[in-house]
Structure formats: structure tokens, C-alpha cells
């Protein structure tokens, strides 16, 4: 079975700092990983996806995701935040064969400090 | 593409009443997820379909939660009789390619 395991329910960052959120999953197969964010009141927006292909993906807003497979880790990661990065941010995996489906992590909120 | 449409974006009613939330997906995905996000239990995917046959609704509550999709552009989500306790916001996403899209959600309010 698939699961998603994010560390830290909320990560708290100053305006200019590194942002780092993690993400372990686990799957018995070869999985997609997707970083998702969610500002208030909407939806989940795709940030990023890992489809075995390189093993270091890049996303809108910045952000960048590195597959580690020996870590079973996705973490997601911002060089300088900005005071609009402040949303919550799911990890997510479904595996890449057969009948899909998408398995969401906790969720981390990230708060930016000005 | 207007992306995945909900309706409605809010629905307040009282306990017992039914529930109906629509969902229109991407034209051409074929999947479509149904999921409940609230605060104690983060996001849980409810059930989902694939060329609208419904592939795995272990996540569906209870029997007071249905799910239909009568074609491959609409779904709806109905809870009869409806609880406190279903307050949460509803997330219809669908899917071609390996991510999902996600609509707005429809927060619902059981008072």
C-alpha cells in the first residue's frame, strides 16, 4: 500500500530564508510524487511532479523537489521564501501502473515571517 | 479549459436534510477522485471512478454517502441523511495524466 508521510505539521520561515518541507512515501511499486499548495479558500494547485524522470524537479513559484530513492524521500524546497509562499503544501503519491489513485500526506503549513 | 467545476461553493443545511455537491471534470480525463478535507482528518479520498465506473469507494464513510457519474462530464456526491459531523469542505479532482486537478471545493456547514 501507498503512503505519504510528511514531517512537521507546520514549518514557520523568515522572508529571504530557505524553505525546506519534508516528505517520505512509501510504495511497493515505482510511484509518481507530486508536491501540491493550497491557499486559502481554494483548491489544490500542482506545484510539481516526479514521473521518473530526472530526479530533481523544478515547479512554478520557484520551488524544486529531489527524488531520493535510497531515502524513500521528496523533499520540497525554496531557496529564498517569499511572504506569498505562505500556504499549506501536500505531498502526494499514486503508483504508476494499473488503476491509480492519489494518496494525499498530512499537509504542512508553512508560515512566512516578514 | 475552465478547469473542474464544483457547485455549489457553499451549502449550509440542517441535520436530516439531503445533500447534493455536482462536480463537471477537465473534458477528455478519466478518472475522476472525490475527496473530504477537514481539519481532524486532513484530505481523504472518498471514492473514484474511471470511465465512470465507480473503482473504489472504501472511503466512503458510511452508507448515508453515495456517488454517481452518469456520464464523463458530470459526478455528484449525496449524503441522506446529512450530520453535523459531515461538515467539511468536498473536493472533486480528476485526472489524465498522472496529477490530479482539483476544483474549488464546496464547503459544507451541517447545523
Known amino acids: 500500500a501507498q503512503s505519504v508521510t510528511q514531517l512537521g505539521s507546520h514549518v514557520s520561515v523568515s522572508e529571504g530564508a530557505l524553505v525546506l518541507l519534508r516528505c517520505n512515501y512509501s510504495s511497493s511499486v515505482p510511484p509518481y510524487l507530486f508536491w501540491y499548495v493550497q491557499y486559502p479558500n481554494q483548491g489544490l494547485q500542482l506545484l510539481l511532479k516526479?514521473?521518473?524522470?530526472?530526479?530533481l524537479v523544478k515547479g512554478i513559484n520557484g520551488f524544486e523537489a529531489e527524488f531520493k530513492k535510497s531515502e524513500t524521500s521528496f523533499h520540497l524546497t525554496k531557496p529564498s521564501a517569499h511572504m506569498s509562499d505562505a500556504a499549506e503544501y501536500f505531498c502526494a503519491v499514486s503508483k504508476n501502473t494499473g488503476g491509480f489513485k492519489t494518496i494525499f500526506g498530512a499537509g504542512t503549513r508553512l508560515f512566512v515571517k516578514a | 479549459d475552465a478547469g473542474v467545476i464544483q457547485s455549489p461553493r457553499h451549502e449550509v443545511t440542517e441535520m436530516g436534510q439531503e445533500v447534493t455537491l455536482r462536480c463537471k471534470p477537465i473534458?477528455?480525463?478519466?478518472?475522476l477522485f472525490w475527496y473530504r478535507q477537514t481539519m481532524m482528518r486532513g484530505l481523504e479520498l472518498l471514492i473514484y471512478f474511471n470511465n465512470n465506473v465507480p473503482i473504489d469507494d472504501s472511503g466512503m464513510p458510511e452508507d448515508r454517502f453515495s456517488a454517481k457519474m452518469p456520464n464523463a462530464s458530470f459526478s455528484t456526491l449525496k449524503i441522506q441523511p446529512s450530520e453535523p459531523r459531515d461538515s467539511a469542505v468536498y473536493f472533486c479532482?480528476?485526472?489524465?495524466?498522472?496529477?490530479?486537478?482539483f476544483g474549488q471545493g464546496t464547503r459544507l456547514t451541517v447545523v
Open positions: 516526479y514521473t521518473s524522470a530526472a530526479t
Open positions: 473534458s477528455g480525463h478519466d478518472y
Open positions: 479532482a480528476s485526472r489524465r495524466s498522472p496529477e490530479a486537478f
